[in-house]
């Protein structure tokens, strides 16, 4: 085994980890509060890659080219329109059917999904887009004494990994210190009480759907500006990727997103680098089943407590 390889696959595992991560955050979050899964979730993420190029484009078109402040001003942009989308999917799929069997409202994340979808198809076409190359430049480490003995970190991974940690690192404090995180904890454990106790449920509830888009949009401006081009099905294959390592790690915690979305993205890349690119899906899912089997809430989840 090669140590550049080794090394290179590594990183490739680590920055894709965080991705999925990050998204499995949202999955995470509206299951721990209000028990569903919002498979609208992946097409939100979808959406912020779009808005990420369109801002960059629009940015480009009136001479903003500094680097920092084009991404930052980007970042801020796409977080506050995909925080929009994720406030109107829940007040259309699921506010309304907030008393209704649980697999009313999954049908119609489901039915938000498509939506979503083919509204990116017809307003931005079919094809491929793409945006310039940002933060060009990598760190080389060196493995040996050949001239192609070594593996690379990139400036765009290296910014992949800082934000990643330094979102979820908020998000924890914001959950765990906060009043806001208070009130999500209190609705989690008891919707009921917590509204005799003068919380407003619903507002809780947006909230954290917002937070949940914003994740998802964190992760849409870091893969596009380091993939550089992007579709209008992403959404379906990173989403279905990013709910698996929610439910690897445990689904409904947030270190258990994180961890199963690292532990899914460097069983990826490992696989992909000795294996099969072919078959790296099949891989992942086939651990997932192993792990479910001998710890069916997950690595970090805790087993479901019947309230009496």
């Known amino acids: 085994m090669d140590g550049h390889i080794f090394g290179q696959q590594v990183v490739n595992g680590l920055v894709l980890g965080m991705i999925y991560g990050l998204i499995a955050v949202g999955y995470s979050m509206v299951y721990g509060v209000i028990g569903m899964i919002n498979f609208a979730h992946g097409e939100v993420y979808m959406v912020s890659a779009y808005v990420t190029g369109i801002t960059l484009s629009v940015l480009a078109y009136f001479g903003v080219e500094a680097i920092a402040p084009t991404l930052l001003i980007a970042l801020l942009v796409v977080m506050m329109v995909t925080g929009v989308y994720g406030w109107v999917i829940e007040r259309v799929a699921y506010r309304p059917l907030r008393g209704a069997p649980k697999l009313t409202p999954l049908i119609s994340a489901i039915g938000v999904s498509l939506f979503l979808q083919a509204y990116v198809q017809l307003a931005q076409g079919p094809n491929p887009q793409g945006i310039k190359p940002y933060l ?24 992949i990994v800082l934000v990643a940690l330094a979102s979820m690192a908020g998000l924890a404090y914001m959950i765990r210190y906060t009043s806001l995180g208070r009130s999500c904890r209190a609705t989690q454990q008891d919707p009921k009480m917590a509204t005799l106790l003068g919380i ?109």
Do not use: C
Not at 150 to 156: D, G, L, N, V
């Open 136 to 159: 060009a430049g990598a760190f080389r480490v060196w493995m040996g004494t050949g001239d192609d003995q070594f593996f690379q970190i990139t400036y765009i991974q290296i910014l």
């Open 200 to 308: 407003d449920t619903h507002r809780v509830i947006s909230i954290v759907f917002v937070i949940g888009a914003v994740s998802a949009s964190i992760a849409g401006f870091l893969v596009t500006l380091n993939y550089g081009s992007f579709d209008f099905y992403i959404g379906f294959v990173v989403g279905v990727k990013a709910f698996t390592a929610a439910v690897l790690g445990g689904i409904g915690s947030l270190p258990g997103a994180l961890l199963g979305g690292v532990l899914l993205g460097l069983l990826e890349s490992l696989f992909s680098g000795y294996v099969s690119t072919d078959y790296k899906d099949v891989f992942s899912f086939s651990v997932l089943i192993i792990v479910l089997i001998f710890k069916p809430s997950g690595l970090l989840g805790r087993p479901a407590v019947e309230k009496v």
